[in-house]
């Protein structure tokens, strides 16, 4: 046998278990048993938590008005007339005609309204909404600064175009009694954006902390006089602004607004009768050519209504039984005919 010359000894890899390939190692064999045992108990699964979903959802009590039409005057009077300094309110009564039950929660439902557009989704300073810096607008293009090249607070385009209709929900039991229905407007948020994404520069003088600052285009106050019934609901921490910056995928999407404060008519939740909203239109959706409504809806410990999660897991459910039949029919089939073929 020749032997090498030293130099390509040199070159060869050391002779350790990871670089000569000698680890210890397990290769899995699954029978067709086990790999069937596992098929149908995925099957089983899905198909339970899907019935378990749809059957939660289905018992939910929800209820929608679509109010684009109904205040078609406030529409046209704010929106064609471009007349945004001029309050227009509208009525819209309703019939309960069972009890809501338990937790209450009113939403707001826009369609049409593409919050996922790629420009849209980047217009935000997310050092601004932590309360870094709030002069920290480089990345809110186009709305960064005013007219007079004053920065904006909150800056960009989803700040902007925040939801701004005010809806009161009240509570008619007879034709002269009108009962204003109590609806907290804060602890709406999740956690994670009330206390980690979002924070004030400071506490105790709000005014102070944004002076050179300006509203956006869009809205009526500025950030530190959205909520004048509770001070603490002002600022970065506002909730209808946390909610409206978790931006949807969907153009058809609702967000949380309010939900039911239980106490004395409302212990129980919502009693069976009349009812009205009082809607202040703020919100303009005919330029685009959307629509919105108000939803009120109970919830179960699954979450509010909705039935393509429960879909989703049935249809899985489904398509790995179906699998499941199809490999054992193969290896039945299989198993039958000999492994060598006749000459």
């Not at 699964?45 to 078609?72: D, H, P, R, V």
């Not at 050092?127 to 920065?151: I, R, W």
Request: with cysteine; hydrophobic share 35%.
């Amino acid at each position: 046998m020749e032997k090498r010359p030293q130099h390509d000894l040199s070159r060869l890899p050391d002779n350790t278990a990871l670089k000569q390939q000698k680890l210890p190692a397990q290769q899995l064999h699954f029978s067709a048993t086990g790999v069937l045992t596992i098929f149908f108990a995925t099957g089983v699964f899905c198909l339970c938590m899907g019935i378990i979903l749809i059957l939660s959802a289905n018992s939910i009590q929800e209820i929608e008005i679509n109010y684009t039409k109904i205040c078609a005057n406030c529409a046209k009077l704010r929106e064609d007339a471009f007349n945004f300094d001029k309050e227009c309110n509208c009525s819209i009564p309703f019939y309960l005609s069972r009890e809501m039950k338990g937790n209450v929660y009113m939403y707001y439902k826009l369609y049409g309204f593409h919050q996922n557009l790629y420009r849209y989704i980047l217009s935000r300073s997310n050092s601004q909404l932590a309360g870094k810096d709030v002069m920290a607008v480089e990345d809110c293009a186009p709305f960064k600064m005013s007219h007079n090249k004053t920065p904006i607070a909150p800056c960009g385009a989803i700040a902007n175009s925040m939801f701004n209709d005010t809806i009161i929900l009240s509570y008619n039991p007879t034709s002269s009694l009108h009962i204003k229905v109590p609806m907290l407007s804060s602890e709406i948020t999740w956690w994670t954006d009330k206390y980690v994404k979002f924070h004030n520069p400071h506490y105790t003088n709000l005014a102070e902390e944004f002076a050179g600052t300006t509203k956006p285009p869009n809205w009526p106050k500025p950030i530190y006089e959205l909520d004048e019934k509770d001070p603490k609901n002002n600022g970065f921490l506002n909730d209808d602004l946390i909610v409206w910056m978790r931006t949807a995928a969907f153009p058809t999407f609702k967000k949380l607004y309010r939900r039911l404060i239980r106490t004395h008519h409302f212990v129980k939740g919502l009693p069976a009768g009349n009812y009205s909203f009082n809607i202040t239109y703020n919100f303009p959706v005919t330029r685009f050519q959307g629509e919105k409504s108000v939803v009120l809806s109970t919830q179960t410990q699954y979450g509010s209504k909705s039935l393509f999660l429960g879909l989703a897991y049935t249809v899985t459910g489904a398509v790995t039984w179906m699998a499941s039949f199809s490999i054992m029919a193969i290896h039945l089939t299989k198993k039958r005919e000999p492994f060598f073929p006749k000459q």
